[in-house]
């Protein structure tokens, strides 16, 4: 599990990308300290696998579920890639629970000031694979954002300079395309619903 707050701006050395998956070497910075062979790290909204390391760079194989549910097919090298590590048991949760398990690709279709702060507005993907609440919670190429101004299939957050200046969000245009995960807890409870409707109406 990850928490959405961004520890470090990587760039993504070299990808290859295949009808069988995608092969990406990161450099983690600062974040190579500690990081073993298995561990997960969330790469902007999507958790993968550390398959190799050699000095700051480590090697991700992506499963073609994964390239199906995220941007990965478009990265090329020298993108800037969000970076967090798994939470510890006992860390401070200062975002909200984010698994990494991209449930699909929106589009950014505004971005103005907002006072210091910036407005960024999405569509979401079609199929209700995403779904948003008012001042709830979303995580947007692996970072935790709340949300506001939901209406049908968009939605709007807002971002402090802080996160601006941390994250890659600040290079969004209108037309990039994001990775959308939503709140795991209200995918649970949703779950459960259409199971107890599924099991009365048997």
Known sequence: MFTGIIEHVGTLQSAEHGHAGSRLTVDLGPLIDGTRLGDSICVSGACLTVASIDGSLVLFD??????????????????????????????????????GHIDGVGRVVERRRDGDSERITLVLPDGGAVKVVEKGSLAIDGVSLTTWDCRGSRCSIAVIPHTLARTTLATLRAGDPVNLETDPVGRW?????LYTSDAADE
């Open 62 to 99: 992506c499963s073609p579920e994964t390239r199906r549910k995220t941007t990965i097919p478009g990265w090329k090298s020298g993108r800037t890639l969000n970076l967090e590590r798994a939470l510890r048991v006992g860390d401070r949760l200062g975002g909200h629970l984010v698994g």
């Open 189 to 193: 409870v949703e779950a459960c619903l």
